[in-house]
């Protein structure tokens, strides 16, 4: 049985983290295989879907506030944060949003790598370094390729 503080995530949300990185990995190498006309509206879609992301990273703190309001506050605006950061990434030029956006994810990981502990949930640390890595990582060759 999984106490709080064993909590790791199962196979399904594994497969469904891995999944959600196929938008970054895809249009990162759509970029390198797309013709140049078409490079902008691929890295938009990135973009598109790293904020999304980013927001949703974002959002997870707003809903472990929930569970504890009091003295939460600035898990209430760490929760709001990550969704400004990104719609400001979409209102820049695409390749500093890309970068931006990159900065974003290991920004939200090094927070969350603070927070978590507090509620029980480091177990899902691993899996989001993973994610991180590559959906940043994604967010840089996008941003390298339209600059080249």
């Given at each position: 049985?999984?106490?709080?503080?064993?909590?790791?995530?199962?196979?399904?949300?594994?497969?469904?983290g891995?999944?959600g990185?196929?938008?970054?990995?895809?249009?990162?190498?759509?970029?390198?295989?797309?013709?140049?006309?078409?490079?902008?509206?691929?890295?938009?879609?990135?973009?598109?879907?790293?904020?999304?992301?980013?927001?949703?990273?974002?959002?997870i703190?707003?809903?472990?506030?929930?569970?504890?309001?009091?003295?939460?506050?600035?898990?209430?605006?760490?929760?709001?944060?990550?969704?400004?950061?990104?719609?400001?990434?979409?209102?820049?030029?695409?390749?500093?949003?890309?970068?931006?956006?990159?900065?974003?994810?290991?920004?939200?990981?090094?927070?969350?790598?603070?927070?978590?502990?507090?509620f029980?949930?480091?177990?899902?640390?691993?899996?989001?370094?993973?994610?991180?890595?590559?959906?940043?990582?994604?967010?840089?060759?996008g941003a390298?390729?339209?600059?080249?």
């Open positions: 049985m999984n106490t709080p503080s064993t909590q790791r995530p199962n196979a399904a949300v594994l497969a469904l891995y999944a990185l196929l938008p970054f990995v895809g249009c990162a190498v759509a970029m390198h295989l797309v013709a140049a006309e078409q490079q902008g509206r691929v890295l938009y879609a990135l973009l598109s879907y790293g904020a999304t992301i980013v927001s949703f990273l974002g959002a703190h707003w809903g472990l506030a929930m569970r504890e309001p009091h003295n939460r506050t600035l898990t209430w605006v760490w929760g709001v944060l990550p969704s400004l950061v990104a719609w400001l990434a979409l209102l820049l030029p695409p390749v500093l949003g890309a970068y931006v956006l990159a900065a974003a994810l290991w920004t939200c990981l090094a927070v969350d790598r603070q927070v978590y502990p507090r029980a949930l480091q177990g899902w640390l691993p899996m989001r370094l993973v994610l991180t890595c590559i959906a940043s990582a994604a967010c840089v060759l390298v390729a339209l600059a080249a």
